[in-house]
């Protein structure tokens, strides 16, 4: 089960931090991370991180804004986003796959969360 956290409204230039807790699951064999999606929309992949050895994956449109991280003794994954702009305005739900899946691969992931809403106003 993973349960996602840490949405909300923010000015653009802005930060969040999102949660993704895990239970249920060997933390350490999976590849966890975010994929968000506007109504009307396809998902995107956002981020990834395989929890055995740190590998991350990154969507280009939100390089070097948004941050990837796990806390093991947590079961926790979060992602850190910095400078939030509208464009990033939308549903972010949390995934977990096998480890090598540390990438865009949405339909290949095993188990998803609810989503949490991330606002972002201009």
């Known amino acids: 089960q993973l349960q996602a956290s840490g949405g909300g409204l923010v000015q653009a230039g802005g930060s969040l931090r999102l949660s993704c807790a895990a239970s249920?699951?060997?933390?350490?064999?999976?590849?966890i991370g975010w994929f968000r999606q506007v109504p009307g929309k396809e998902r995107e992949g956002v981020s990834m991180i395989a929890i055995s050895d740190g590998t991350t994956w990154y969507a280009d449109s939100i390089k070097g804004r948004f941050t990837i991280s796990s806390d093991n003794a947590k079961n926790t994954v979060y992602l850190q986003m910095n400078n939030l702009k509208p464009d990033d305005t939308a549903v972010y739900y949390c995934?977990?796959?096998?480890?090598?899946?540390?990438?865009?691969?949405?339909?290949?992931?095993?188990?998803w969360g609810k989503g949490t809403l991330v606002t972002v106003s201009s």
């Open positions: 995934a977990a796959g096998l480890a090598i899946l540390v990438g865009p691969y949405g339909n290949d992931l095993d188990y």
């Open positions: 249920g699951l060997k933390f350490d064999d999976y590849a």
